[in-house]
């Protein structure tokens, strides 16, 4: 039947291991690295794969990029750096409910651009849930305004999620295309968001502003802000701030070095980690051990080697072809088919799993005669938008219930959750193929 398809055993072989190891770890989280580590162990002794292969394929400049951010987040928390900015976000005059609302979101959506989803939410969550129990009202419209938003934010630049620098490392990208591209897409569906949610927490909003009127905010404010910046802090802010100048200008200065692309880019949280590990000897243990998450990581790269087998055997030649035929080879109904696929596919599936599994895809349809580019963003604001369709869409969703369940004892039902979320889900993902089929920006 396989050959009727079009694969070969090889082919087949590949491809069942990849959908086992996905399967597995969708029904069986716990065990997901076992389920890699058997995977890659038979396609290396079945010869469906060699070592040289495996290890090319195993991104492992992804992986040293995410471990460097990973220390400097590390760095960020000792420091105190997210609940000084949260504090300092905060500190509002005259504060309406609807102040409230928008500065929710915005917060939410540049820290997760800025540093990432997860550890965005911690610290947005934990305001929210101070604010929330000043006020004596329910924070759980609240915490999913800000998971939304957090979800929406993180589609803006290469750092905000772990897909972006996937994507960016695979297709060629720079910080300045996310930032030309993919920033003001996002900004746009943030707004259209906060209108949604204003008239979706219509009742919220009003039952905040009445006790606004009856508590008053300055004494909140006043303890919100009281953090002070220390000599610890500046310092923290001085190579964190430099870290971000050379990656946004990355592209820039491997232009003017002759770097190879990317350079930059993927070598400064390692040089930045390096500086962390020197200034913070005494602690650097405590990074490398509790601050990188190798769990993750190994997960992450024997996935994506598992992926390259993929490409390896010419399985996802086969399937790009399969898939240019069901869009009746048109870049449009690529671009939709795309953008669907990976929003319904992250909402239920973590989507750094299911971009792995598109992106060798995606590269095989330059052999059918498509222009790459608006399928590689079709992917990223599938798989970052899709992710506020269910409770489980991304791991900020999860996180931040589970911060919700743990400090309020408060659990989320399905529907509560869902609604909103594939009503934000739908609007930013068709906002978002409107841009890319119609703005001649994504094609170039």
């Not at 770890?25 to 040289?52: H, P, Q, Y």
């Not at 906060?194 to 009127?213: A, M, R």
Request: proline letters at 2%.
């Amino acid at each position: 039947m396989s050959r009727n398809i079009g694969f070969n055993n090889h082919q087949v072989l590949a491809l069942s291991i990849f959908l086992m190891s996905i399967l597995g770890t969708l029904f069986f989280w716990s065990f997901r690295l076992a389920f890699v580590f058997l995977g890659s162990s038979v396609l290396l002794l079945t010869g469906t794969i060699n070592f040289e292969s495996l290890i090319k394929s195993a991104s492992l400049d992804v992986i040293l990029f995410l471990m460097g951010m990973m220390v400097a987040m590390g760095l960020l928390k000792d420091a105190g750096l997210f609940a000084w900015i949260v504090s300092l976000m905060l500190r509002i005059k005259n504060l309406t409910a609807n102040k409230f609302l928008i500065v929710i979101c915005f917060i939410s959506a540049l820290l997760s651009a800025v540093t990432s989803e997860v550890v965005s939410i911690i610290f947005v969550v934990a305001a929210i849930l101070e604010i929330c129990d000043y006020f004596e009202v329910d924070p759980v419209p609240f915490i999913i305004i800000s998971v939304l938003a957090t979800n929406i934010g993180s589609a803006a630049t290469v750092l905000g999620n772990p897909i972006g620098i996937l994507i960016a490392t695979k297709a060629g990208l720079t910080f300045e295309d996310f930032i030309l591209k993919a920033f003001p897409l996002s900004a746009l569906c943030l707004i259209s968001i906060i209108f949604l949610v204003k008239v979706w927490y219509h009742k919220t909003l009003i039952q905040l502003g009445e006790k606004i009127k009856e508590f008053g905010a300055n004494e909140m404010l006043i303890k919100l802000i009281s953090i002070p910046i220390e000599k610890q802090l500046k310092i923290a802010l001085w190579i964190f701030g430099s870290t971000l100048f050379f990656i946004a200008m990355h592209h820039r200065f491997e232009l003017l070095l002759n770097l190879e692309d990317n350079t930059i880019l993927l070598t400064m949280p390692l040089f930045s980690a390096g500086c962390i590990l020197l200034w913070k000897w005494r602690k650097a243990r405590e990074f490398i051990e509790k601050d990188v998450e190798w769990w993750t990581l190994l997960f992450f790269m024997l996935l994506f080697a598992q992926a390259g087998a993929l490409s390896f055997t010419g399985a996802t030649d086969v399937v790009a072809a399969s898939f240019a035929r069901a869009a009746g080879h048109n870049q449009s109904g690529l671009i939709v088919l795309i953008i669907s696929a990976s929003a319904l596919g992250s909402s239920i599936l973590d989507n750094v799993v299911l971009v792995t599994a598109f992106i060798p895809v995606i590269k095989s349809l330059k052999g059918v005669g498509f222009n790459l580019q608006p399928f590689w963003w079709a992917l990223l604001f599938g798989g970052c938008f899709g992710g506020n369709i269910t409770l489980v869409g991304s791991t900020a969703n999860i996180v931040a219930l589970g911060i919700l369940e743990k400090e309020r004892n408060i659990k989320l039902s399905f529907f509560r959750w869902f609604w909103i979320g594939l009503t934000v889900g739908i609007i930013s993902v068709v906002l978002a193929a409107f841009a890319l089929i119609f703005l001649p920006l994504y094609h170039a």
